[in-house]
């Protein structure tokens, strides 16, 4: 597998990228791998589903049988 090698960083953003990668429970390496793939226009299923799930945690919702139950008998 292709590697990537990056030169220069500055000590504040690898500061915020280990926060970062604590934060979300992933090495550094992991994290960095993620930004650039995400960055680049590539995101795997798990990532994107999670992504979703972490937004609709707290929000709850109604069953729609009802309505769809309406909606047939029309």
């Known amino acids: 597998m292709p590697g990537i090698l990056i030169r220069g960083l500055k000590a504040k953003t690898i500061a915020r990228l280990k926060d970062r990668a604590r934060r979300n429970c992933r090495s550094l390496q992991s994290e960095a791998k993620l930004l650039l793939e995400q960055s680049a226009g590539f995101e795997d299923v ?6 979703w799930n972490k937004r609709f945690d707290k ?16």
């Open 46 to 51: 798990t990532s994107m589903l999670n992504r």
């Open 59 to 74: 929000r709850r919702f109604s069953s729609s049988a009802s309505l769809i139950r309406k909606d047939r008998a029309r």
